[in-house]
């Protein structure tokens, strides 16, 4: 019988991370371009005042090319809060973070929280 801990398993590249309007997928590499940017917030609440970030601000990279934002986690992992969500722990690795859209007529919007 094989023991194994939970944790000491890769976490698989086809994992996703949801958190409300906020969606996360592990990625391979940053593309060409991006531009480092300061903060610890993926997404603000508009309507709330609420925020999807991260608690600690050594933990994590924000990246940005054009409106894709991307983010790397420096730590072995970095908890994701929001006030209205349970909490998520995000594994070190490097993340395409997309928020969600709606479909207005003639054109699609950030949805607001």
Known sequence: MLNRHPQASPVPDDVLYRQGDVLIRRIAHLPIGVQAINGTTLAHGEVT???HRFQQSSAIQLWEAGEQLFLEVKHPSAL???EEH???EIPQGLYRVWKQREYRPGTYVEVED
């Open 86 to 88: 349970r909490a998520i």
């Open 49 to 51: 005042g609420h925020s």
């Open 80 to 82: 994701l809060v929001h």
